[in-house]
């Protein structure tokens, strides 16, 4: 079966950067199980649903985040307006 790659793939933070994920370990497993796969998974990638309803994804979401459209944009906008 031919393996399809996620359309966000060249711009997503957490392929082409290291401050979303801590590990190459870690990069490697969300890309094999969510960004070049056998199916296009990557409907299921909380990352490329939430830069499709906002068109823009906060760095703190990784694709098997749980949270909701609503939560995830409360923490962003706590986390910006955030001063110590």
């Not at 949270?67 to 001063?83: G, S, V």
């Amino acid at each position: 079966m031919e393996h399809s790659k996620c359309p966000n793939y060249d711009s997503c933070k957490l392929i082409n950067s290291t401050d979303v994920v801590n590990t190459q370990e870690e990069r490697d497993h969300y890309i094999r199980n969510y960004c070049i796969t056998e199916e296009q998974v990557w409907y299921e990638c909380k990352r490329y649903q939430i830069k499709a309803e906002l068109d823009f994804c906060p760095d703190f979401v990784l694709p098997d985040n749980v949270l909701t459209t609503e939560e995830i944009m409360e923490r962003f906008d706590n986390d910006i307006f955030d001063i110590d």
